[in-house]
């Protein structure tokens, strides 16, 4: 009797497949070559911010194996690589010329990439700020957007063999998690500068674009955002008041002003209170609502999310509540990571759901751009682990890509311009304040001898990517 083939669901032709990484994340050598340091070498150096003392010292020697990394990539078969530039490696200095050395680092692994068939998506900004800028203030000062411009002239002016520029990644998580919550880099926990981070980050995407428009029309620029889906834990009315609060501060806090022109209302008066919002000038909203040409969406989980005093319900409900944020955000309770009765999680403890994606996309779709949509990130940490074999089975990875890959195809059915994906992430690596403890990657990296072992779900997706088309088995 012979098998049936399981039915295949394609993606559109063009449609673009990659893996993601990031500078800091990936690279190690921090005093090679002129660089100097990011806050992120300053934040993980300080005991207590990062699970086990990790910090990216040594990374997975990307910056030395990156010829290797770029051959797995060959034999993955993906079109396309997006990598962030570390801007401490090009302005080492606050002021001054730009370091040879650093751009030629870039330029190297542009030239690999094409060699290699492989399409370069550099990403200016993901999240190694110059420690000297931020000696003089950092995101919460107007002056490092200004900054920000000049290194953003460099890379487009210097750096050949780039069709798309991305100014910034999840620019939420710099201004939020890095001044208001102190979680990341620079560790600072002050809600005033996180409102005038987002602004000024913001900023400095307009003034990326700008010099992009003036210095190179021939380059597309966008930026990644990471958005949210924020559902209320019921229906009670102040579970859905604190779904749109939470919203508010993840996706409108951006969108708005990127695509609107302006900050959203609520979010204005809710931190009216800590004068953020002076940060802004007459000119900055028409700066960064300029034109983009497309944008990255990174998804990985949705949120629940129950007003404040009802954590009792909510623990009723089944769900396993996060700790309000911050004493100004105590008027909700946003549980991420909360354990919805019934529902997987991934190691980080997020909640899996990939309908959230798709209705993410129809939702940037009817409410707000009709730019191309890419998915710049998406991808999950599990306990891997190498077995006796010397193999590693994830098989929970590839039942993850595989769900979210589905829910792509269903909006693209829904009629979203959606036009690639980027799987986060090639390598194991330095999963911010988690370190090394969280392994996200396809490629199982030993971090003791630099060793690269293509996991299972390495194969599965370069199936995937080599076909364009994902089976309908699960
Ligand atoms: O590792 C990060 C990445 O740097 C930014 N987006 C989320 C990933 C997983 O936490």
Redesign the pocket.
């Known amino acids: 009797m012979s098998i049936p083939p399981v039915p295949s669901r394609s993606f559109p032709k063009s449609f673009l497949w990659g893996t993601a990484t990031?500078s800091y994340?990936i690279e190690g050598a921090i005093t090679e070559d002129g660089r100097t340091p990011s806050i992120w070498d300053t934040f993980s150096a300080t005991p207590g911010k990062v699970t086990n003392g990790d910090t990216g010292e040594m990374a997975c020697d990307h910056y030395h194996r990156w010829s290797e990394d770029l051959d797995i990539l060959a034999d993955l078969g993906v079109g396309a690589y997006r990598f962030s530039i570390a801007w401490p490696r090009i302005h080492p200095e606050v002021s001054g010329p730009a370091n040879q050395k650093g751009l030629d680092f870039y330029q190297r692994l542009i030239d690999g990439l094409r060699d290699r068939n492989i399409t370069p998506l550099p990403t200016m900004y993901?999240?190694d700020l110059p420690q000297a800028l931020e000696d003089q203030g950092g995101w919460a000062n107007r002056e490092t957007a200004l900054r920000f411009a000049d290194y953003a002239a460099t890379v487009l002016e210097e750096l050949d063999g780039i069709e798309k520029w991305t100014t910034f990644?999840?620019p939420w998580?710099s201004a939020w998690l890095g001044y208001g919550y102190g979680i990341h880099a620079p560790g600072r926990t002050d809600i005033g500068d996180a409102v005038r981070a987002t602004h000024n980050l913001l900023l400095a995407h307009g003034l990326g674009v700008e010099a992009a428009r003036s210095l190179r029309p021939d380059v597309e620029i966008g930026l990644t955002l990471?958005l949210g889906v924020h559902r209320p834990g019921t229906s009670h009315p102040d579970d859905r008041a604190a779904a749109w609060r939470a919203d508010g501060n993840t996706n409108r806090l951006f969108l708005d002003p990127l695509f609107r022109g302006s900050y959203p209302e609520d979010m204005l008066e809710i931190y009216a209170d800590t004068n953020g919002f002076d940060a802004m000038r007459e000119g900055d909203l028409a700066l960064i609502s300029a034109p983009i040409d497309f944008l990255g969406i990174?998804f990985?989980t949705p949120g629940t999310v129950f007003g404040a005093g009802r954590e009792q319900q909510a623990r009723e409900a089944g769900f396993n509540l996060g700790p309000a944020r911050t004493s100004t955000d105590k008027d909700y309770l946003l549980a991420i990571g909360a354990e919805t009765p019934g529902r997987p999680q991934t190691a980080?403890g997020w909640e899996i759901d990939a309908t959230a994606l798709r209705e993410l996309l129809v939702r940037l779709k009817n409410e707000y751009t009709a730019v191309p949509l890419y998915i710049t990130?998406n991808g999950a940490?599990f306990h891997d682990y190498v077995d006796s074999s010397g193999r590693v089975l994830d098989p929970e990875r590839v039942t993850y890509v595989h769900q979210h890959l589905s829910a792509c195809l269903d909006a693209i059915a829904d009629g979203v311009d959606l036009r690639g994906y980027f799987l986060?992430?090639l390598l194991d690596?330095f999963?911010?304040a988690y370190g090394y403890s969280r392994r996200?990657g396809i490629v199982w990296v030993d971090y003791d001898s630099g060793r690269r072992i293509p996991k299972e779900s390495f194969h599965w997706y370069r199936g995937v990517v080599t076909t364009n088309e994902l089976d309908t088995r699960s």
Do not use: G
Request: aromatic fraction near 26%.
């Open positions: 990031a994340q993901h999240w990644n999840e998580c990471n990174n990985y980080m990130e940490a986060w992430s690596n999963e911010w996200f």
